[in-house]
């Protein structure tokens, strides 16, 4: 009799989706609980694999079994014996013919970046993209600040993206600024993103109460992976 199971996984602790020798897998794993239940050694076929840190909800795999067992009951006893990292979510009965690779009607894959604080509790379930970048950003705040104590950063640096900064310069032009960066390789913008490239004094900054003689010297900076 032919199984359909969909599984779901927390790959952060797992060797990735195929069998490995000494390592914990889905696949491997899988099969050493169903050879259990059958007295046999089941094989299975997964729909597609996944590489090591990867995380799957609703994977799904096909297998053989001799033994009649409910599909329902089937679900327990392999919940009772997997790892804690492998959840089966349900199992059916299907056709003989059915290929839980060759039948597979779509996959969904995300891709989870976190472009705010570097959060560790979240770190094996998403991609913490921003940690070097704030600390980067931090350094970089830290050395103008210091060296031109009349500067001021605007914005609340935990509330915003973490390699975006804001910086005005007092009685300095701020396109004057541009060019002189441009010349050393640096790209930055004036004013606020909403208000970038207009001529005009950004209407953002003077919302927030800035003073002018700081609007006019106002310049953005965006860090980033260099491609």
Do not use: W
Not at 22 to 38: C, D, F, H, W, Y
Not at 174 to 191: F, R
């Amino acid at each position: 009799m032919r199984y359909l199971i969909s599984v779901s996984y927390d790959g952060s602790k797992l060797y990735g989706f195929e069998r490995q020798p000494n390592k914990l897998t889905v696949q491997g794993e899988l099969e050493r609980v169903l050879s259990k239940i059958a007295k046999k050694e089941v094989l299975i076929k997964g729909a597609g694999r996944t590489d090591r840190g990867v995380h799957a909800r609703d994977q799904k795999a096909h297998f053989d079994l001799d033994i009649d067992i409910k599909p329902e009951g089937l679900k327990r006893a392999m919940n009772s014996m997997l790892d804690s990292s492998i959840y089966v979510n349900y199992a059916k009965v299907v056709n003989d013919d059915f290929h839980a690779r060759f039948d597979v009607s779509k996959k969904i894959y995300e891709y989870k970046i976190n472009l705010g604080e570097y959060d560790p509790i979240i770190n094996s379930f998403c991609y913490n993209y921003n940690r070097k970048l704030i600390k980067l950003r931090n350094y970089f705040i830290k050395e103008i600040t210091t060296k031109y104590k009349d500067a001021k950063v605007n914005g609340d640096l935990k509330q915003r993206l973490p390699g975006n900064i804001n910086i005005s310069f007092p009685n300095i032009d701020g396109e004057e600024l541009l060019l002189k960066l441009d010349s050393q390789g640096i790209c930055a913008s004036a004013g606020s993103a909403c208000s970038s490239g207009i001529p005009e004094p950004s209407h953002v900054l003077n919302a927030i109460g800035l003073e002018r003689r700081y609007i006019r010297g106002n310049s953005s900076y965006n860090f980033g992976r260099r491609k």
